[in-house]
């Protein structure tokens, strides 16, 4: 609904502007999230109790920040919101005097086929985002031997470093009026950006390292448990420094720019109307992909390992980029 107003509370000229205020407070609260689960994850557990009703440790202290953080929106949303929209074309003309000239100020019907390649990207956008937080800490402990503790203390420090790419990122398109970009090349740019992430982090096999084997009759603790996994040994080691640089940097751009772009140019290609509907779609094909994601992506990594959950995300996001080459021409 926020998305919605951003789009539906400005015009062409400023969108991409209304659209970077929204984004930069996702992108403050994103960058204050990690910040707060590092900080959290000096309480270990159990933690401590608080007047013996809650624990506080490293599980419960970022659910309770975010229930602090939600009533502080509400009380904020309550006092200070105030709806208005510009740039709508409304159909009802009480005057009839201007009912004549109605038909010039008539929007056109949008290009259907340019909003079904905008609700595909929006899903190949929200699916790329679904496997990093499904099994992105899984993963470390898997690749790179981590221990549970190190692996969050990990995600938490890129993501910190991701969210402050991204809120830099948020505010050049707020603090712009980036009238001339064009939009479409950005789009298929960052398709083909977050296309490069998979194949620069793949464990190919021509990788002269190997995976350390979880093996606890050898006094091993931390590694792939390949009496769980079968794929453990057909796994080579990716480096970690390549891949957190790789992961920091690609989603830390790629990504919040393909997101404000996308929803800018999806609001284009709607016109000047109410669009409330068409952007619920918008969020259900988004949605889509994040309910499906955890599910498919967590169970293929149990079955296959990450290799083919990297294939099935470079089939995803490969055919969306020959979608956006096709019909390129249309999405203005």
């Not at 951003?6 to 991409?16: E, F, I, K, Q």
């Not at 209304?18 to 204050?32: R, T």
């Not at 401590?48 to 309770?64: H, S, V």
């Not at 294939?311 to 021409?329: N, R, S």
């Amino acid at each position: 609904m926020l998305r919605l107003y951003a789009s539906t509370a400005s015009t062409v000229d400023d969108r991409s502007q209304s659209i970077g205020y929204f984004s930069c407070g996702q992108a403050i609260g994103a960058i204050l999230g990690p910040v707060f689960q590092l900080a959290f994850s000096l309480l270990k557990f159990p933690g401590y109790q608080i007047y013996g009703l809650f624990n506080l440790n490293i599980y419960t202290a970022p659910a309770y920040c975010a229930i602090l953080a939600d009533i502080i929106g509400i009380i904020v949303l309550y006092t200070l919101f105030k709806e208005d929209y510009a740039g709508i074309v409304e159909k009802s003309i009480d005057d009839s005097c201007e009912k004549d000239n109605y038909k010039s100020m008539e929007v056109p019907k949008y290009d259907i086929v340019a909003v079904y390649v905008c609700l595909l990207t929006r899903f190949a956008h929200t699916f790329f985002l679904a496997n990093i937080e499904t099994i992105g800490s899984a993963f470390s402990m898997h690749m790179f031997a981590f221990s549970h503790t190190k692996a969050v203390k990990y995600m938490a420090g890129s993501q910190t470093a991701v969210s402050i790419l991204t809120f830099f990122v948020y505010l050049v398109f707020t603090l712009n009026n980036l009238k001339s970009i064009n939009l479409r090349c950005i789009c298929i740019s960052s398709v083909k950006v977050m296309i490069l992430f998979y194949l620069l982090t793949y464990s190919y096999p021509f990788y002269s390292g190997q995976i350390k084997i979880r093996d606890a009759s050898i006094n091993i603790s931390h590694g792939c448990p390949a009496d769980k996994f079968t794929w453990c040994k057909d796994l080579s080691l990716i480096n970690v420094y390549l891949y957190y640089a790789v992961y920091v940097s690609i989603i830390g751009f790629a990504f919040p720019t393909l997101n404000i772009v996308l929803i800018t140019l999806y609001s284009t290609v709607l016109g000047p109307r109410r669009q409330g509907t068409l952007q619920g779609i918008f969020q259900i094909s988004g949605g889509t992909a994040r309910m499906l994601g955890p599910f498919v992506l967590g169970n293929l990594y149990d079955s296959h390992g990450p290799k083919m959950t990297w294939k099935l995300e470079f089939i995803v996001l490969g055919i969306t980029a020959v979608i956006w080459i096709l019909f390129y021409h249309r999405m203005c």
